[in-house]
């Protein structure tokens, strides 16, 4: 166990996992998933708020099991190397708030940053966009870090409390293979409250136990190795740290050459799969997302994984991304394939004015947390 | 000037843990500083980043609590 913990925390261990990705995405592509989807933690977020009724557009309503294997692969590497550890009490309203923003930046760009660089690696250029406001996003986070913003410390808590996103993704496996039918539409057949799409991104999937089953490994790979594609971008730009970022290279390298080997390599801007075209706003989109990522710590991949591990407020955040889906459907904020909507930019503007004021008012001073010797910190 | 110091980054999310270290470390120069902490992932990158700045680092570690001395 300590060889295999010692390797993926090596520069390996990213490496690895980022490759997986690369290489299992497009693999679930070809099986079934939306083009460039083949995992996209913010898309299949949005999907399950609308197979849960919390948004009703019907093209996006699906209970993706890549979301439950993510954090019960996590759950499954922390438990068995005893790193499994509930803790919660960090600004847990503040990371739903920026998990809702979080959304919808990502939902007008069209995607989480995972997918930001699988797009990249299929030939989006529409992603260079993405991730150009992701980075600039990231830095403007840096700036915040740098001047001692903290959501503060969290803190152990009750075992339920680390068990309660794991039983929900339980809950979500039962009623994605069950998928209970009690309502009857208007021409009284069988609906809800579970939703399905019979049309469009939500209707095409890889099978049920493929996408689960790629999911655990995946999320089993990026606990033991803490990959995080936010992480990567903030500790090269914040400490020249390039322990993360090599994940972020070997994703796109390997989804690269795996959308070559299975001719899904579409290089342009035009009629790119769940992509829309103005560069602007692709930028927007990411910079607030870059943002609120920074701020709440972790790209959502890496909430998820938390969540798995026991941390009740990454949990908290990928709770305020479900909400926010279902705002940015139900306002109308999210793109199309056709661009922007009318009101996605304004939503931008005022998610950045609010990460912002979170940004500058929430603060810790790095100097306060260092103490003198032993014998005045009372530890 | 006493450069003996305790970093408690305990609960804290990251980058917070490394980047308290990575200016502490710079602002001291030299000296003992222990780092405790509650969770591998820091724990891995305070090393990281102490064993980059040239800093020696010894490990105390047990499944409840982390804690790392670091030395130059």
Known sequence: MSALTHFFTSRWGPILTGAAVGILAPVLVKLGNPGNMGICVACFTRDIAGAVGLQRVATVEYIRPEII???????????????????????????????????????????????????????????????????AGVALGILFLKQGFSLGRNRPTSTAAGWIMPAL???????????????????????????????????????????????????????????????????????????LFYGIVALVAAAF???????????????????????LWNFGGMV?????????????????????????????????MLVGA?????????????????????????GIAVCVAIGLTMREPIVAAVRGSAATTGE | MDKNRILDARGLSCPQPAL??????????????????????????????ATKAGWNVREELSEESFRLVLTK
């Not at chain 1, 890496?302 to 990928?318: K, M, N, Y």
Request: aromatic letters at 8%; glycine letters at 16%; proline letters at 5%.
């Open chain 1, 326 to 350: 279902g705002i940015a459907h139900n306002f109308n904020l999210a793109s199309s394939a056709a661009g922007p909507s009318p009101y996605g930019p304004a939503a931008v503007v005022t």
């Open chain 2, 20 to 49: 308290m270290a990575k200016e502490t470390l710079s602002r001291l120069g030299s000296g003992t500083v222990e780092v405790l902490l509650d969770n591998a992932t820091a724990c891995v990158n305070v090393s990281r980043i």
């Open chain 1, 69 to 135: 294997g993510l954090v019960l692969g996590s759950l499954i590497a922390a438990l068995l190397f005893r790193e499994w550890k509930p803790r919660a009490g960090s600004a847990p309203v503040v990371r739903f708030v920026l998990g809702i923003f979080a959304m919808i930046g990502a939902l007008v760009f069209l995607g989480c940053p995972w997918r930001a660089w699988l797009r990249l690696g299929g030939g989006d250029w529409n992603a260079i966009a993405g991730i150009g406001g992701l980075v």
């Open chain 1, 169 to 243: 993704m339980v809950g979500l496996l039962a009623l994605v293979s069950l998928a209970p039918q009690f309502g009857r539409d208007a021409n009284g057949n069988p609906t809800g409250p579970i939703f399905f799409s019979t049309t469009g991104p939500g209707s095409q999937h890889a099978a049920l136990f493929i996408s689960l089953g790629v999911a655990l490994v995946i999320g089993f790979l990026a606990q033991r190795s803490r990959f995080c594609t936010i992480g990567g971008l903030r500790d090269l730009m914040l400490m020249g740290d390039t322990f």
């Open chain 1, 288 to 320: 607030l997302g870059g943002l609120a990522f920074t701020l709440a710590g972790g790209c959502p991949g890496r909430q998820l994984i938390l969540s798995g591990e026991g941390d009740a407020d990454a949990a908290v955040f990928w709770l305020g």
């Open chain 1, 257 to 279: 050459a795996t959308n070559i080997a299975l001719g899904q390599f579409s290089p342009g801007f035009d009629k790119e799969p769940i992509a829309q075209t103005d560069a």
